[in-house]
C-alpha cells in the first residue's frame, strides 16, 4: 500500500512540472435527495457531493466526496480519492474508497469486554474490512458512435475479503430535449461487500438529465434516476442538482 500511494505521489509531483497551458483544474458539487451507489442507499439522506479535478491529457487525478445533510447520517460519509488514464474510447484507473466516519470497537482484553467504537484513522491501510480505505482498479470503454454502449468493470482489491467484481453496461439515447440513459449492473460472484451469495444484478438505472434555462447566460442542470435492485428489492428515485 506504501509503493501504491509513493506512485500516487509521484505522478501528481511531475504533473506540475508540466507546461501550464497542459494543465486543466475543474470542480463542481452536486446536491442529491439520496446517495444510490450500485444499487444501495447510503445513509437515507440527501447530500452535498463536491468534486475537484486535475487533468493532463488523458491523465487525471481527482477527489469526490458524498457528506449527508442529515447528522445522524454520518457514518454514510465518504471522501475518494482517484487517478486514472484514457486513451480513445478506453480508461483505466484506480480509486480508493475512504469513509471518515468508520469505526471498529476497541477491545478490552483483561477483561474481555467490548468498549467504546474508535474511529478509525486514515492512515489506516489494514486490510480484511478492517481499514478505512477500500482499493478498486476499474477499466471501461467508452462507447463510439457505431457501438455507443459502456462498458465498466471494477475489482475490490483492497479490503474486500470476498475482492468483488462489479460489472455493468449502460446505454445513451434521447427523448425531445432530455438526455437519457439505461444501465444494468451486477455484483459477479459470491460478495459480503454487495450481500450476495453468486452472480447477481444489483442495479437497474433509468436515467434522465436536461439542462433548466435560468437567465440568458445561466442554466441549472437538474437530474431524475430510477433505480431498482432486484436481488435485494428495493427501488429509489433520487433527484439531483449540478452546479
Known amino acids: 500500500?506504501?509503493?501504491?500511494?509513493?506512485?500516487?505521489?509521484?505522478?501528481?509531483?511531475?504533473?506540475?512540472s508540466l507546461p501550464a497551458s497542459a494543465q486543466e483544474f475543474s470542480f463542481g458539487a452536486d446536491i442529491v435527495s439520496r446517495y444510490v451507489w450500485r444499487g444501495f442507499d447510503f445513509g437515507e439522506s440527501a447530500s452535498v457531493q463536491p468534486s475537484l479535478a486535475f487533468s493532463?491529457?488523458?491523465?487525471?487525478?481527482?477527489?469526490?466526496?458524498?457528506?449527508?445533510?442529515?447528522?445522524?447520517?454520518?457514518?454514510?460519509?465518504?471522501?475518494?480519492?482517484?487517478?486514472?488514464?484514457?486513451?480513445?474510447?478506453?480508461?483505466?484507473?484506480?480509486?480508493?474508497y475512504y469513509f471518515p466516519n468508520a469505526t471498529h470497537e476497541e477491545h478490552d482484553h483483561d477483561h474481555d469486554e467490548h468498549e467504546d467504537e474508535e474511529t478509525i484513522g486514515f492512515f489506516d491501510f489494514s486490510g480484511d474490512g478492517e481499514g478505512a480505505h477500500w482499493i478498486e482498479p476499474y477499466v471501461s470503454f467508452g462507447g463510439t458512435d457505431s457501438f455507443p454502449v459502456t462498458l465498466y468493470a471494477a475489482y475490490m482489491a483492497h479490503n474486500d475479503v470476498d475482492n468483488s467484481l462489479y460489472l455493468n453496461a449502460s446505454v445513451p439515447f434521447t427523448v425531445g430535449e432530455v438526455e437519457m440513459s439505461f444501465g444494468i449492473g451486477a455484483s459477479a460472484g459470491k460478495s459480503a461487500f454487495y450481500a450476495t451469495d453468486g452472480f447477481s444484478i444489483i442495479d437497474m438505472v433509468l436515467g434522465a438529465s436536461k439542462s433548466i434555462p435560468i437567465t440568458d447566460k445561466f442554466e441549472l442542470p437538474v437530474s431524475v434516476s430510477y433505480i431498482l435492485n432486484p436481488t435485494h428489492e428495493k427501488s429509489y428515485l433520487v433527484f439531483g442538482i449540478s452546479l
Open 1 to 16: 500500500m506504501k509503493k501504491l500511494l509513493t506512485i500516487l505521489a509521484l505522478v501528481f509531483a511531475l504533473s506540475w
Open 56 to 96: 493532463h491529457g488523458g491523465l487525471e487525478i481527482g477527489t469526490w466526496a458524498s457528506y449527508a445533510t442529515n447528522p445522524g447520517s454520518a457514518d454514510a460519509n465518504e471522501h475518494d480519492l482517484w487517478i486514472g488514464y484514457s486513451a480513445g474510447a478506453f480508461s483505466v484507473g484506480i480509486t480508493d
